[in-house]
């Protein structure tokens, strides 16, 4: 039976952990600090997301802060905390309507990988937690707006590629406990179908004479499931 493309990732990564523990010796130090600043892209394949976009993507913020726990749990075992931030607007009708959307998930995340010769580390990471979304339409009425609450998980694979710790008592302190360098990541976000169906006016928007009672208006199911990529600006630090 042939190792599945998974198998052969797991393997490439143990051989790859031994290899790094050879050849680039671990600095002594308390603990490091992970700080993650990147662009990403996400794929939305789902037919609902054609009434906000006529893309089948969108661009958003990603950022982590991680902290390694090599030393209690797993070498090259890191703790993360990530939040992926993304909206978009759109006019439909001649300007008629206006749509803002927004997305932000918050989430904890395990990542493991091997820091090889110094400079390179290749990972496999997952995570979960908490979105939430929000979706407002405005038009010649006072605009109305809706809130959803909805579970989230990643899975991905990434690298980074960074400039090694000088070591160096003589050499500037800064890159003694400093280090910069490029990462990213490609993998898949799931989540939750959010439903948009209590799209309301803000309490002030009518006065209080106004006799008439109106009911939420309904948008529907809005399924944003999909591959992404990121990449940017990794910040480590000893501690």
Do not use: C
């Not at 039976?1 to 790094?20: E, H, Y």
């Not at 976009?53 to 090259?76: C, F, I, K, R």
């Not at 209080?208 to 992404?228: H, K, T, V």
């Amino acid at each position: 039976m042939k190792p599945s493309n998974r198998q052969r990732f797991a393997s490439l990564l143990v051989a790859a952990s031994v290899l790094g523990a050879a050849q680039a010796p671990a600095v002594a130090h308390a603990g490091e600090l992970i700080v993650e600043g990147r662009i990403n892209t996400t794929f939305i394949t789902d037919t609902s997301f054609d009434a906000l976009s006529n893309e089948n993507h969108v661009v958003g913020t990603w950022l982590g802060v991680g902290y390694d726990l090599g030393a209690y749990v797993l070498p090259g075992f890191r703790a993360y905390v990530l939040l992926d931030s993304t909206g978009l607007s759109r006019e439909r009708f001649n300007g008629a309507l206006s749509m803002d959307w927004s997305r932000q998930v918050l989430m904890a995340a395990a990542d493991y990988g091997p820091d090889l010769w110094g400079f390179f580390r290749p990972s496999v990471r997952v995570g979960a937690g908490w979105a939430t979304q929000s979706l407002t339409l405005a038009s010649a009425n006072p605009s109305v707006h809706d809130r959803t609450h909805d579970l989230a998980a990643t899975a991905a694979l990434g690298f980074e590629l960074y400039v090694p710790y000088t070591n160096d008592p003589a050499g500037p302190p800064l890159f003694n406990t400093i280090t910069f360098g490029l990462g990213g990541h490609f993998g898949y976000m799931a989540q939750t179908t959010a439903n948009f169906n209590d799209l309301r006016a803000d309490d002030d928007a009518y006065a209080d004479s106004d006799p008439w009672q109106r009911a939420g208006s309904n948008f529907g199911e809005l399924d944003i499931d999909g591959l992404y990529w990121n990449l940017g600006l990794v910040v480590r630090f000893l501690l």
